[in-house]
Antibody, heavy 120, light 111 residues
Framework: QVQLQESGPGLVKPSQTLSLTCTVS??????????WSWIRQHPGKALEWIAY???????YYSPSLKSRVTISVDTSINQFSLKLSSVTAADTAVYYC????????????WGQGTLVTVSS | QSALTQPASVSGSPGQSITISCTGTSSDVGAYNYVSWYQQHPGKAPKLMIY???NRPSGVSSRFSGSKSDNTASLTISGLQAEDEADYYC???????????FGGGTKLTVL
């Protein structure tokens, strides 16, 4: 059973860059058939898709965040990462990494989530 | 404002059945059989309950079922149990450049 675990700072200052890493265990990012995604949830709000990446490097971004987001993958260490630049308080949220099924666009495995607070 | 519309809340008594709707457009729910449903308990990560409109992952109770008609997908939970109380989110692929859209979520209360 694949497992995902987010890691990164829980506090980021306004205007700085939020950086998170998702470590995948129990399966290989390179195995194909899946895409690797970041999803966030503002406190008390709905889920919001941010981006996903295929192991081959193909990327897709939410249009509303595209100008500030970079997603990358390192297959050698079975990790993928998120960078969100120029953060504001509006980026305070729980950030989840998740595995998506490429054939049917659903998310079948999720990390536990990590709360990132943007504050000075 | 979420791309897919769900009722903010639904409720039911133990043993009853409830249905949660998820209304989209001809660019998402109506166009593709790529609707999925997630259950989220407070402070926990979402859990996949239904994928590709009506398929249950291994380990998910048969009390959970999904369907779709035109631009509206539905999640039905039969034989409600206390542990079903949670937030539920629908999700769909979309041909618009956003690719992935979620519903606003529905809070299920088991009375």
């Amino acid at each position: 059973q694949v497992q995902l675990q987010e890691s990164g700072p829980g506090l980021v200052k306004p205007s700085q860059t939020l950086s998170l890493t998702c470590t995948v265990s129990g399966g290989s990012i390179s195995s194909g058939g899946h895409y690797w995604s970041w999803i966030r949830q503002h406190p008390g709000k709905a889920l919001e898709w941010i981006a996903y990446i295929y192991y081959s490097g193909g990327t897709y971004y939410s249009p509303s965040l595209k100008s500030r987001v970079t997603i990358s993958v390192d297959t050698s260490i079975n990790q993928f990462s998120l960078k969100l630049s120029s953060v504001t308080a509006a980026d305070t949220a729980v950030y989840y990494c998740a595995r998506g099924a490429a054939a049917a666009y659903y998310f079948d495995s999720w990390g536990q989530g990590t709360l990132v607070t943007v504050s000075s | 404002q979420s791309a897919l519309t769900q009722p903010a809340s639904v409720s039911g008594s133990p043993g009853q059945s409830i249905t949660i709707s998820c209304t989209g457009t001809s660019s998402d729910v109506g166009a593709y059989n790529y609707v999925s449903w997630y259950q989220q308990h407070p402070g926990k990560a979402p859990k996949l309950m239904i994928y590709a409109v009506s398929n249950r992952p291994s380990g998910v109770s048969s009390r959970f079922s999904g369907s779709k008609s035109d631009n509206t997908a539905s999640l039905t939970i039969s034989g409600l149990q206390a542990e079903d109380e949670a937030d539920y989110y629908c999700n769909s692929y979309t041909s618009r450049d956003i690719h992935v859209v979620f519903g606003g979520g529905t809070k299920l209360t088991v009375l």
